[in-house]
C-alpha cells in the first residue's frame, strides 16, 4: 500500500507513474479530496478520463477498486445488499425434510451474513486489506433523483442500514469518486458535499503527452498527427465529438495497421475508431476528411 501523497507535486507523479497525465487543477482536487476525506465530484464529457482517474489511484496506493456503474431505475436495495434467495429457499426446503422445523428460529438463521449478497456501497463499507478502498459511482447522472438522496445520507455517515442486521458504518471512510457526463443535473446538495471539478478535453501538448504515455510504441510523427487530427475534428459540429480515449483507440488501430503517416484514405477506413455515430461519420469523410489533414499538417509545419 502507497501512504496518501502529502503535496500536489506528489499526486501528479503518482498519476504519472500509471501513465495519467493529469493537469495542475486535476491533480490539486485529488490531493484536497485525499487530505480532507472529501469525495470528489468529477464532470465532463465522456472519454476525458473521468473514470480513469479512479483507477489510477487504486493501482498507484494499491487500494481495492470498487465501482457501482449507475443506470437508470438503480435502487438502494440494489447498489447496497440483496439477500440470497436461492441458497434461502434450499435452508427452508432442507429443513423442511429434516421435519420439526422451528419457524422462528428458521427465520433468524435466514437473515444472517451467510446469505447476504453485498453490492458495491456495502463493500466499500467493508474493512479492506491495504486501507480504505476507492469507490468509484460511475455516471450518476444515469440515475434519478431518489436513488441521489439516499446516496447523499450514505455518503454523510458512511453507513448504510439493513434492517435485518442494522446499521453497518465504515471503520474508515472509502475515498470516494463520483462521475457524470452532465446529461442531467446532479442536485446542488449532493455536489455540496463533494469537491468539485470539470475535467475537460486536453490541450494539445498534454494530450500528446498522454497518447506518448498510453501507446509509446507510436513514432513521434503519427503521434503529432493523430493528436492534432482529433484536436481539429472537436472544432467540428460533430454529435459526439471525440475524447482522449478514442485518441488512444485510434493510434492502437493504426499501429495495427502498419500505418507510418496519416492519409485521406486510412481516415476513412479507421473513422469508426474516433467517431461513434454514422452520421459524424459521413460528415468527416471524403474531402472534408483530405480537407481537415492539410489543415492539420499546415499547422504543425508552422509550429
Known sequence: MTTIPSSIDAVETLLASQGYVASRALATVVFLSLRLNRPLFLEGEAG???????KTLAAALGRRLIRLQCYEGLDASSAVYEWNFAAQMIAIRTAEA????DRD???SELFTEEYLIERPLLQAMRPQDGGAPILLIDELDRTDEPFEAFLLEALSDFQVTIPELGTIRAPEPPIVILTSNRTREVHDALKRRCLY??????D?????????SRVPEAQDTLSHEVVAFVQRLRREDLFKRPGVAETIDWAKCLLALDVI????????????????YQDDIQKIQGSEAKKLLEEVRKGLTAV
Open 204 to 212: 494539445f501538448d498534454r494530450e500528446h503527452a498522454i497518447l506518448t
Open 98 to 101: 429434516g421435519g420439526g422445523a
Open 197 to 202: 471539478h470539470w475535467v475537460d478535453y486536453p
Open 261 to 276: 503517416t496519416l492519409s485521406p484514405e486510412v481516415i476513412a477506413d479507421t473513422l469508426g475508431a474516433i467517431l461513434k
Open 105 to 107: 428460529a428458521l427465520k
Open 48 to 54: 476525458v478520463g473521468k473514470t480513469e482517474i479512479a
